[in-house]
């Protein structure tokens, strides 16, 4: 079968909406483009449960601040293209910002709580952008399921939240994080590192493991957040470090004991790219 | 056919998924119950389009500020499934508050611009409340159309917004505000007035009437709106006027000249009672 581009709304809910009346059940991959194997791994996945799968690509600037990468956010249509037929995805959603967003667009959706914790207070506005171009997606092609990376863990959780609040009957997956052989996380921002950079990266994860394992030894909380902190601006001295947080995995609520089911995150500047990455501790 | 309650959401949203599945169109009037003439027209009319009526009976605590009816708001839920039956109404979906916004909700739909006029300047927070609601509502019961009042019109307006902006693919019908033979609009909160102040409440209605006719006459704008008030005190003296204004019939911004597809809106406080009303100025 063929891959189906379709850059209006109304012709993709159409399209959904004949493949309801046939009873075939639908699977949806919301992406900002600049697909790597991240993606693919979720498109794949999407491939396997459903008889259709969607991958959207949007460039969303509601979840971009004044002064972030919106503009330079890396476009590669036919890439992106070519990286979905592969995977077996049966269309791509690429609407046009006006077609998202017309004039007089006034509605947003907003997730407390979750929102304003660690990303969000770095990026203030980031999650509301979130919250409300992934309603609209849901909305636009209604699937049982969609698929979401836990490299941006907060976005998932925050988005598990928001299709459980709001009754939205949809399956929220989340898909383990894909990585390079010496552990950076995928992302599209990685294209932003100069080849120094690039080379200095993957300490992050390399810092978040060490500390995990600091945690399953019994360490306080704030011993693992200060350890993971110290090995990233001892191996990246130029690093900034946004936050190092250990939470619970389901809240995002600081841990009071490294004990449960928690969530190790990081944000880290190298020179004009932030990067961020997080790892599972089980204790 | 006999009428269906439904009191869990998962039962609710099972029910329409069969519907659906078997091509049947939905359509759903959302209410807080203790239904009247005016809720009566709305199920009619729900009951000519589709070939499934839902209507939903939920007194949604998220938007009455404090202070406000929310506890002694008028409840007759045996009158009121009479009346769905008798309208030929096929389920009525009646959650209880946890059902609604169990342990942990955080999620807010927020239509702005809308929701800080009129009514919102009195009510904070008030159209926050009704947005997410009648969202979930759509969720839960995903129908071709929904039918609301045009006594609300603020409300009507704000989730005609909503729906447009979030891509529903939901048609929001609006229905003529019913009235009582001396011009009183239809509403559960006309139950609150004493008997000296029900004789005297119609005098709204008179007022906006004969204020349009200003408005016809060519008058601006505030001369229309001062008379309106003027002869809202003076049929009432112990009324207390929250608004009286003309605004553009869609954006709900204040109209600069009396001219095109306006409306006419008022609040006012009979004693312990707060009455809105309505009416169409087209010039």
């Known amino acids: 079968m063929s891959l189906l581009l379709c850059t ?3 012709r993709m809910s159409e399209l959904v909406r004949r493949w309801r009346e046939q009873g075939l059940s639908i699977g949806l991959v919301p992406t900002m483009g600049a697909l790597h194997e991240g993606h693919a791994s979720l498109i794949r996945r999407a491939r396997r449960g459903n008889d259709r799968v969607v991958v959207s690509i949007f460039v969303n600037p509601a979840q971009f601040g004044p002064g972030e990468d919106y503009a ?3 476009r590669a249509l ?12 049966d269309a791509v959603y690429h609407p046009g910002v006006s077609q ?3 004039e007089g667009f006034s509605t947003a959706v ?14 203030p506005g980031h999650f509301r952008g979130v919250a409300t171009v992934v309603l609209k997606l849901l909305e636009t092609t209604r699937p049982e399921r969609a698929y979401f990376g836990e490299k941006d863990y907060q976005q998932l959780t925050l988005v598990r939240r928001m299709a459980s609040d709001l009754d939205l009957g949809v399956a929220i997956v989340g898909c383990p994080t894909a990585r390079q052989p010496d552990g950076l996380a995928l992302s599209s921002r990685n294209a932003y590192l100069s080849p120094r950079e ?6 992050i994860h390399a810092a978040l493991v060490a500390a995990r394992g600091l945690a399953r030894g019994g360490a306080s909380p704030k011993a693992v957040e200060r350890r993971a902190r110290a090995r990233i601006l001892a191996s990246i001295p130029q690093a900034r470090v946004d936050y190092v947080e250990l939470v619970d995995a389901r809240t995002l609520r600081p841990a009071e004991r490294a004990r449960g089911r928690l969530r190790l995150l990081a944000a880290v500047w190298l020179g004009k790219t ?3 990455d997080n790892i599972p501790v089980f204790n």
């Open 72 to 74: 330079r956010y890396p």
């Open 198 to 203: 690039r080379a200095l990266a993957p300490a």
């Open 274 to 276: 932030r990067l961020i």
């Open 78 to 89: 036919s890439r992106d293209l070519a990286l979905c037929r592969r995977c077996g995805a």
């Open 110 to 123: 907003q997730v407390s709580g979750l929102s304003e914790r660690l990303e969000g207070k770095f990026r």
């Open 100 to 102: 998202v967003y017309p």
């Open 8 to 10: 209006r709304r109304r």
